[in-house]
């Protein structure tokens, strides 16, 4: 027992003098003013600091969706130009080339360990992108992002928005600005942080487990799929965007032969979106409906097809507070509803039914004081049709021993932000749920909140 | 067999005529969008491509992105009692939110944008 006291003893100072380091330095960061801005691309290119575009980044503010909507062209930098006259193109070219980097290093630690590995992992990197971002001519712009990832040892592309925009037109009186998109993930294009691609959280682990089912639009084709679409904002107020898809397998042999991909798009997938926003000096609100159908053959590219319709509603409301130096609250949603009639895999032995659905919940609300910190609560919740065969079951971890989609939880992040373009961010995932059950989920034994993952972020931009 | 191959490329021709109507049936709303938009004059490019983003097309600056900055509204008697040649300064060297111009804008552009805020008054 006295043993036991002296290790308690001496493991309480080490602590304290750990912690005590720990806030002298996070004193000094913080009593530090920054001396230079944030300067990624976009940055470069319109001289503005990354706080003009993004409460924190990604999260757009009206003028960083401003920006995205006008094809990422904006600029207050020298250009190369030569005016387009009779039979001759004009020019319209940055001096400066746009291109960003991003630094992600990070440590993930489960509640309990995966059989068989170690707990507590850090990524040096998790990974690192390039970004081609900012703007290719008059009208033309890009946010084009290749990713190395650490754990597949590689390259490889990600997000990506090539778009073409016109500003400077009227429709029925009003200005409209509408534009050409090319990109590789539905939502991709969107400007609000509502929706998946660039919805909360904003930055995860890729260590823990994740749960099995997700919607088709909530992130399954992402960098899976190519798609032209447009888009057009009428008078500030609404939105619409259109996108077809065909599957673009990256790192598959083209043409594609559909073997070894679970999507293979039959004929083209179309994407929509439709959004309302209104905006005071204070308060900007969006309620808005997207969705996709797909047709699919797994594995093939002929043959019967599994069919998907999602269809999602989603809102967001940004609250700027003068009486707190201009901090900012923001409260986001979004439902998906997956309709899927999965003939292919049914037939294939793949589930125990066509006909299935997919429920998905997701909100959040944060709270960023300044540009500096910010704190954010998110839950989410899934449900959807039980089917043993599509949920595989005797499998650890991954499986699910009822052979239900169920996974319910939630999500705190903290995030610091020294300069605008230096993010350290804390995160806890917890669940209730996971893969159908909160306890023994995958019949061998292990909880749902054995997958609870501590994560801690450094990310550098630059 | 020969049946199948048959099959095979009827369905093909199916889904790559999918493909192409889909394909014009974009084109075909992005044309009519296109025609039915009204095309702006040329002396308004300067001020579409540089200040429409926070002050509007009408100069109103009540968009979002020009509330959230608090964009002045170019139409406005403070904004107008200003002269031509402070005008001028704040396009190149900014003020506040508002950055400078200078390194991107000729003079010439600087001195057609004073004279096309002096004119959103009276549009």
Redesign the interface.
């Known amino acids: 027992m006295q043993n036991f006291r002296i290790a308690f003893a001496a493991r309480i100072g080490f602590l304290t003098k750990a912690l005590g380091a720990i806030a002298v330095i996070a004193l000094l960061v913080v009593l530090t003013e920054p001396k230079a801005r944030a300067v990624p691309s976009y940055s470069r290119q319109t001289g503005l600091s990354c706080a003009t575009c993004h409460y924190a980044p990604p999260e757009l503010t009206p003028f960083g969706r401003k920006f995205k909507l006008d094809g990422y062209t904006f600029t207050t930098k020298p250009t190369v130009s030569a005016d387009k006259k009779d039979h001759n193109s004009g020019l319209q070219l940055l001096e400066a080339f746009p291109l960003s980097v991003l630094f992600d290093t990070s440590f993930t630690a489960t509640q309990k360990p995966q059989p068989g590995t170690q707990n507590g992992n850090f990524e040096f990197p998790q990974d690192a992108s390039l970004f081609l971002a900012g703007s290719w001519g008059s009208h033309v712009g890009s946010f084009l992002q290749v990713t190395y990832d650490s754990q597949g040892d590689h390259f490889t592309w990600d997000n990506t928005d090539i778009r073409y925009a016109d500003n400077s037109r009227h429709l029925f009186g009003k200005p409209v600005t509408y534009g050409i998109t090319l990109n590789n993930n539905p939502t991709v294009e969107d400007l609000w942080n509502s929706t998946p691609a660039w919805g909360f959280p904003f930055v995860s682990n890729n260590v823990a487990p994740t749960p099995s089912a997700a919607a088709l639009v909530n992130g399954s084709l992402a960098q899976d799929v190519a798609g032209l679409g447009g888009y057009g904002m009428w008078n500030d107020h609404l939105y619409l965007a259109g996108t077809i898809y065909r599957t673009e397998h990256i790192g598959g042999p083209q043409p594609n032969p559909g073997t070894g991909f679970a999507f293979n798009i039959r004929g083209v997938a179309p994407y929509w979106r439709a959004a309302w926003q209104a905006s005071t000096e204070n308060n900007n609100l969006e309620v808005g409906t997207y969705g996709m159908h797909m047709k699919s053959s797994p594995n093939a590219i002929m043959g019967l097809t599994d069919s998907y319709t999602d269809w999602a509603f989603d809102f967001q409301y940004d609250r700027t507070i003068p009486q707190f130096k201009n901090d900012v609250l923001s409260i986001r949603g979004t439902y998906i509803r997956e309709n899927s009639s999965l003939e292919a895999t049914f037939a294939g032995g793949g589930a125990t039914q066509a006909r299935h659905h997919l429920n998905t919940v997701q909100g959040n609300a944060e709270y960023h004081f300044g540009t500096r910190v910010s704190g954010t609560v998110g839950v989410f919740d899934i449900t959807g049709t039980a089917d043993p065969l599509l949920f595989a079951q005797g499998t650890a971890i991954t499986g699910s021993a009822n052979g239900s989609p169920a996974s319910s939880g939630y999500i705190f992040n903290l995030s610091w932000w020294p300069q605008q373009n230096i993010n350290l961010s804390y995160q806890f995932t917890g669940y209730l749920r996971f893969n159908g059950a909160s306890t023994d989920y995958d019949g061998a034994g292990r909880n749902a909140a054995a997958n609870n993952s501590n994560y801690l972020l450094a990310r550098f931009v630059f | 067999m020969g049946k199948r191959v048959e099959g095979?490329r009827e369905?093909q021709c199916n889904?790559s005529s999918?493909?192409s109507h889909?394909?014009a049936l974009?084109c075909l709303?992005?044309l009519a969008?296109?025609s039915?938009?009204?095309?702006?004059s040329d002396a308004?490019?300067a001020y579409?491509?540089?200040c429409?983003?926070?002050h509007?097309?009408?100069g109103s600056g009540d968009?979002?992105?020009g509330?959230?900055?608090?964009a002045k509204d170019l139409r406005s008697p403070e904004v107008q009692k200003i002269s031509d040649a402070d005008i001028s300064d704040v396009i190149t060297k900014?003020k506040g939110?508002m950055?400078?111009?200078g390194?991107?804008l000729s003079a010439d552009t600087i001195k057609s944008l004073v004279a096309y805020v002096r004119k959103l008054p009276k549009k």
């Open positions: 095979k369905n889904e999918r493909v889909s394909q974009i709303i992005f969008l296109a039915s938009v009204r095309a702006q308004t490019k579409a491509a540089n429409a983003i926070c509007s097309a009408n968009a979002s992105a509330k959230a900055l608090k900014g939110q950055p400078a111009f390194s991107k």
